[in-house]
């Protein structure tokens, strides 16, 4: 069974200018949590929907950030327009949905983000 | 919120010894995860601790729970090179239904010397 994928694996742009990151998660998993890592820091959460619906985005930066998940099952997280302190490592994961009890998050392999 | 600390940041160690990674947290949780990263790769989860003091042991790593110290720790017996990667704890919220949101420690870097 595939895992959590992410694409693309790196990207480089430009001060002010916009990029989209995608999330394919676990088929069946109706969570979707996207994490992020700056640079020497710890992995912080942004957002998590249910289906696609947004349970919980208290960990977005800022209103640059937009992320969707139209129709439940793949996710975008845009960055518009990105700025130097936007760089980082975002993390995708996914999850089943079972009430009651704890649900392991599987990981993709992140999106490598620079702002330049 | 949640904090969590994770010392050290950077371990190096030679193969065979001995060593402990620490993670403190700060409010009440009932989970506790380790993972491993691998350069490029997804964070693979090693352990989930639920209770107080849970131990859980899988070949040369055993991680422990202390809930009512709010400290877990991640033991590494007789180091080898395939340990080298970088370990994170995190701390799940306690759940809303089906949801638990992840509060991560910085990392330890594990180098392991031949």
């Known amino acids: 069974e595939a895992g959590v994928t992410q694409f693309p694996s790196h990207s480089v742009i430009e001060k002010g200018q916009t990029v989209t990151l995608r999330c394919d998660p676990i088929s069946g998993h109706d969570n979707l949590y996207w994490y992020r890592r700056v640079m020497g820091k710890e992995i912080k959460f942004l957002l998590h929907?249910?289906?696609?619906?947004?349970?919980?985005e208290s960990g977005m930066p800022n209103n640059r950030f937009l992320a969707e998940r139209t129709g439940g099952t793949y996710s975008t997280l845009k960055v518009q327009p990105a700025e130097l302190e936007d760089s980082g490592v975002y993390f995708c994961a996914s999850s089943l949905h079972l009430a009651g009890g704890y649900n392991e998050q599987f990981f993709g392999p992140g999106t490598r983000l620079t702002v330049l | 919120e949640l904090k969590v600390e994770q010392n050290p940041l950077f371990l190096s160690m030679q193969e065979g010894k001995n060593y402990t990674i620490y993670c403190n947290y700060s409010t009440t949780s009932d989970r506790l995860y380790w993972y491993r990263q691998d350069p490029g790769k997804s964070l693979e989860s090693l352990f989930v601790?639920?209770?107080?003091?849970a131990v859980k042991q899988e070949g040369r790593l055993m991680a422990s729970l202390d809930t009512k110290a709010r400290l877990s720790t991640l033991h590494i017996t007789a180091a080898v090179h395939d340990l080298s990667a970088t370990y994170f704890c995190a701390v799940g919220t306690l759940p809303r239904g089906g949801a638990n949101n992840l509060f991560f420690g910085t990392g330890t870097r594990l180098t392991v010397i031949p």
């Open positions: 929907f249910v289906k696609e619906s947004k349970q919980d």
């Open positions: 601790l639920l209770s107080n003091g």
